[in-house]
């Protein structure tokens, strides 16, 4: 193991053996294996967003089988995704790329200001497929965020106690907050501080604008001149709020972008201590090839 993945380790200190063993078991796969940064495939867009609009646009998306092996071809850190994506190719590759298990999921079909998502998957169903970690997404803002916080906390009660490690979609929505609001920096800081409050050990957030939404703390930003831009400062500044950087926060890769702009927004996670991007649509929705070849220049990117 080396210096620095031991390090990243020794910041979850109540962790049991299994969990910080599948923490490093994720850190030491793949070609940012002992870097401490990280690049994951998260494929729960079928489910979140519906088929056609997630995979039309590359139609061998819509097998399962096609996102483990675009991950491990990749050589990226690990694979994510809800219950029926894993469960399809979990055997077929057992020990190939650590595996998260989407365990909620929320869907499109119904206009909800204030979203909750439902529980589709459980530890027990991690464990049998061989998962590193389960996955749960929290939507700070949401009227229901409380119900979400409660079930995270039991959630990840019983995956640790069966040495699973816990990632966290920390995305804010809901009626609370505007929609510009849902990427501006106080309110993303806010959910990484919350997610890690919750116990998650790989934090994930989407980047920050310099909007700032909330009055209280547009003032503080404001008095204590805080750095709004440029984007680097901004994740820095979201790393330090889960716990002055002991926590892995992974960026979002969001919508797709052209190949230049992702890069761009990489780079700036680089240089604003980011742990690495967990990166979806900007994957399985370009042509294989060509996402091997994105995803490469992104690994090169973080292995500077």
């Not at 056609?52 to 690990?78: C, E, K, T």
């Not at 909800?112 to 996955?135: N, W």
């Not at 609001?181 to 994930?204: F, N, P, S």
Request: charged share 20%; aromatic share 8%.
């Amino acid at each position: 193991m080396t210096k620095r993945v031991r390090e990243i380790i020794s910041w979850y200190e109540s962790a049991n053996p299994g969990v910080r063993a599948n923490l490093a078991r994720m850190l030491n796969h793949g070609r940012l294996a002992g870097t401490g940064r990280m690049v994951i495939l998260p494929v729960d867009q079928g489910f979140e967003h519906g088929p056609a609009r997630s995979f039309a646009v590359n139609p061998p998306a819509y097998n399962p089988l096609y996102h483990f092996q675009l991950a491990i071809d990749a050589g990226l850190n690990a694979y994510a995704a809800p219950l029926g994506f894993i469960s399809a190719g979990a055997a077929d590759f057992a020990g190939e790329i650590p595996l998260i298990l989407k365990l909620n999921n929320h869907d499109l079909l119904a206009e909800e200001p204030d979203p909750a998502p439902a529980v589709t998957g459980s530890v027990k169903d991690a464990l049998r497929l061989g998962c590193a970690a389960v996955g749960f997404t929290i939507y700070p803002g949401s009227l229901k965020s409380s119900l979400m916080y409660e079930q995270l906390r039991g959630i990840a009660e019983e995956a640790q106690a069966n040495g699973l490690a816990v990632v966290v979609w920390s995305y804010p929505r809901g009626s609370g907050i505007s929609k510009e609001g849902e990427t501006a920096l106080d309110i993303v800081a806010y959910a990484a501080q919350i997610a890690a409050q919750l116990g998650a050990h790989v934090i994930k957030v989407k980047l920050p604008t310099a909007h700032l939404e909330q009055g209280a703390a547009k003032k503080v930003y404001e008095e204590l001149r805080v750095p709004l831009e440029p984007l680097a400062a901004r994740v820095r500044h979201v790393v330090q709020s889960a716990f002055e950087g002991r926590r892995i926060v992974i960026f979002s890769g969001g919508a797709r972008e052209d190949d230049k702009s992702l890069l761009e927004q990489v780079a700036a996670i680089h240089d604003g201590g980011g742990f690495g991007s967990i990166i979806g649509r900007n994957s399985f929705q370009r042509p294989r090839e060509a996402a091997i070849d994105l995803l490469g220049k992104v690994i090169d990117i973080y292995a500077r």
